[in-house]
């Protein structure tokens, strides 16, 4: 345990399960924290860090703009402000927008999440297209309006089944002058994400800058074309908006800005071929220990890389309560469930070598302790 948590009494947790908000979205790498600490060190005009960094992630995610948030949920505040506002400064002061105001925000009714509220909480009014059995063009094209801000696309393969494809979106949008914003917060890898919904025509794309890119967890990017970046840029940093209470401060920019060179530099290859020598040796270890383990593809929302999936060949206990026994157990584990709730998940991102065999040992033992064993 580290020595801070340790002070607090706050336990550490083996991360096998995903790039999670609620135990701190990834870990920082060292030239992160030292960027962290660089910028700490002197005073800034913070509107032209913004602009600068921006123009320094453009540069490397090969995009026209960006811009830095506090989050990927704070990323949709913004995007759906800006379109709502344009460019204009008068407006993007004015909240709440007058009657009759671009207000309204078309979405596929089989993407809801718990991530609408970042966006009504603009005041913007959701119109739904579609159903959880499928969409149709003519439902989209029908939703568009003069009153119509932006479409937004949730894009992971949960949400994939019942609705428009993405580049069928941005066609139909696209015609009628009006901007697709594609949340991609965890759809890293591939690293050619960071550029690949703006080259289908997406005019803006949200990543969280705290799950695969290892930046500081309370930062977001939006990137995209310079027009509607520009009128992101009325809603971050210093001024008064209503994403004032979502800054960013000039250490997390200057972590996210190291984070993603970093990132964007890193030998992919190798990193795919670490993620599959972990989930070999946990589907090895696990199976020899009595667990039936298996190798899947793709990651949790489509992303590239692999995951274990195991069940045990006998149990008394469910899944959830075998997550429980790992999660509360010594050292603490935590994992995902699988889809259907019968089996565990373990995914790669996050682990090393080290714990990869602390939980082959840590799971082993628990089968030993009692396959009828009950939290």
Same mark, same amino acid.
């Given at each position: ?19 999670? %908000? &609620?135990?701190?979205?990834?870990? &920082? ?27 320094? /992630? ?93 479409? /937004? ?24 002058? /009006?901007? *697709? ?9 591939? *690293? ?16 969280? #800058? ?35 209470? &979502? ?16 990132? *964007? ?13 972990? *989930? ?20 949790? %929302? ?27 157990? %010594? ?6 469930? %699988?889809?259907?709730?019968? #089996? ?16 082959? /040992? ?14």
């Amino acid at each position: 345990m580290s020595n801070f948590y340790s002070k607090l009494g706050v336990a550490t947790v083996i991360n096998a399960a995903d790039s999670y %908000t &609620m135990i701190g979205g990834s870990l &920082m790498p060292a030239e992160v924290i030292e960027a962290m600490a660089d910028a700490a060190q002197s005073f800034v005009s913070l509107e032209q860090l913004h602009l600068k960094a921006g123009e320094r /992630i453009a540069r490397l995610t090969r995009n026209e703009a960006a811009v830095i948030t506090s989050g990927a949920a704070a990323a949709l505040t913004v995007t759906t402000a800006a379109c709502m506002t344009g460019a204009d400064e008068a407006k993007a002061k004015a909240w709440p927008l007058h009657k009759g105001a671009r207000n309204e925000v078309v979405i596929h009714r089989c993407q809801h999440n718990g991530f609408d509220l970042a966006i009504r909480q603009t005041g913007a009014t959701l119109v739904e297209i579609g159903d959880t059995e499928g969409t149709t063009a003519e439902q989209l094209e029908s939703a568009l309006s003069d009153r119509t801000a932006c479409v /937004i696309y949730f894009d992971t393969v949960q949400f994939a089944k019942a609705a428009l494809p993405l580049e069928e979106v941005i066609r139909i949008s696209s015609a009628k002058g /009006i901007p *697709v914003v594609v949340d991609a917060a965890a759809q890293l890898p591939p *690293v050619s994400n960071l550029w690949r919904y703006t080259g289908m025509g997406a005019d803006l794309v949200i990543f969280s #800058g705290g799950k695969t890119l290892r930046g500081p967890q309370s930062t977001g990017l939006i990137v995209g074309k310079e027009r509607y970046i520009a009128a992101c840029r009325l809603y971050v940093g210093a001024r008064n908006s209503i994403a004032r209470p &979502m800054k960013v401060g000039k250490e997390e920019i200057a972590g996210l800005v190291a984070a993603i060179e970093r990132y *964007v530099n890193l030998d992919h290859a190798a990193v795919k071929e670490q993620h599959e020598r972990l *989930v070999r040796r946990l589907c090895e270890g696990l199976n020899r220990a009595g667990w039936l383990a298996e190798r899947v593809y793709p990651g949790p %929302t489509g992303q590239d890389y692999p995951l274990a999936h195991v069940k045990p060949a006998h149990s008394a206990c469910t899944a959830e309560q075998l997550s429980k026994l790992l999660l509360d157990g %010594t050292p603490s584990i935590l994992v995902a469930l %699988t889809p259907d709730q019968q #089996g565990l998940t373990l995914n790669p991102l996050h682990l090393n070598e080290v714990e990869a065999e602390q939980i082959i /040992i840590r799971m082993s033992k628990l089968l030993d302790e009692g396959r009828d064993e009950r939290p």
